[in-house]
């Protein structure tokens, strides 16, 4: 596998426009993948300044530090964003906080492209799914442990799939024969699960089971706002939080977070003037999302539900 099929970056000219490097002197890339978005910061960055790049993936640790060994100020952890916080050393550098954070919430062009991970329902491989492959919870655990009723939910919920019952049920019934083993037999209990009419149209029946299977594997929505939340409060003043999403949901949790730290007021929108004191922790610098432009569309069809937001850190306190 070559570096430059690791990950294709999303968006990248826009989220470097929005973080502008050159005013930077710490930046964070707290989804480093194959390390294509850091690759961009760092081309920009100034060489005085730092840039981490954390991943749960040690592979894709390893990928991206081969492709960004030529610059000495950036530094990999192997970690979870959800961690920031406490991953990174800050005061070593002399740091209060991050002048530019992104968040690239995908799953990697690697990630789906190895057949040995279990994230494509195209090509067979053992049921996995796990962004870290020291975590407890894999793909056959849930699809061949979980009850009925909790299968439902989760591809109901995290999928949006309209078919959720069915699909939940095929599962059900199949792996009373024997466990479902590979990506390639859960696709095909899925496919006959799903109307003949729905399949005629539209992506792989079975991507939205799969993409909700391996939220679950992942826990990428649980905490998921208060994480965003705390990266944000990281950002020095004037500092600028990138987030690119891939589904509703995420884009849901993301929108509302940041509507709030730009009007966190709590008072009745009839009081004459605001009580409560809170005051504005960021300004939105993205009205509408941004999405992909027709020749990134071409050159990446997986950008094609990509969501960019951001917003700029205000002087006032977190509360």
């Known amino acids: 596998m070559t570096e430059s099929s690791y990950h294709t970056p999303i968006m990248l000219e826009e989220v470097l426009e929005l973080l502008t490097p050159e005013r930077c002197r710490v930046t964070v ?3 480093l993948g194959g390390g294509g978005h850091s690759e961009g910061i ?3 960055l100034p060489q005085s300044s730092v840039h981490f790049g954390i991943d749960r993936d040690e592979e894709a640790i390893r990928a991206a530090c081969k492709r960004l060994e030529r610059f000495p ?3 990999a952890i192997h970690g979870n964003f959800f961690d920031m916080k406490a991953l990174l050393p800050l005061a070593e550098y002399g740091a209060a906080g991050a002048d530019g954070i992104l968040l690239d919430l995908g799953v990697s062009s690697h990630q789906l492209d190895d057949g040995t991970r279990g994230f494509s329902y195209g090509e067979e491989a053992p049921l996995d799914m796990r962004m870290d492959r020291g975590a407890p919870l894999t793909a056959y655990d ?3 442990g979980y009850e009925q009723r909790r299968l439902f939910e989760i591809i109901r ?3 949006e799939e309209r078919f959720a019952w069915r699909v939940a049920g095929a599962i059900a019934d199949e792996r009373k024969k024997a466990p479902i083993k590979t990506t390639t037999e859960l696709a095909a209990v899925i496919k006959a699960a799903i109307p003949a009419a729905a399949r005629r149209e539209g992506p792989h029946p079975a991507r939205r089971t799969f993409q909700a299977i391996r939220i679950e594997v992942n826990s990428e929505l649980d905490g998921l706002e208060a994480a965003v939340r705390s990266a944000a409060s990281l950002l020095n003043p004037g500092g600028v939080l990138c987030v690119i999403t ?5 884009d849901r949790i993301v929108k509302n977070l940041f509507r709030e730290l ?3 007021c709590t008072c009745p929108p009839s009081a004459p003037i605001c009580t409560c004191g809170r005051k504005p922790m960021a300004e939105i610098l993205t009205g509408k999302p941004l999405t992909a432009g027709k ?3 071409e050159r990446n069809p997986r950008s094609r539900s990509a969501k960019l937001r951001a917003i700029r850190r205000t002087e006032n306190e977190f509360s």
């Open 142 to 144: 849930v699809v061949n």
């Open 42 to 44: 760092l081309e920009r």
């Open 246 to 250: 891939f589904h509703s949901l995420e």
């Open 295 to 297: 020749d990134e569309l």
């Open 73 to 75: 100020n950036f530094h």
């Open 29 to 31: 890339d707290g989804t």
């Open 262 to 264: 730009k009007n966190p």
């Open 157 to 159: 919920d995290y999928g």
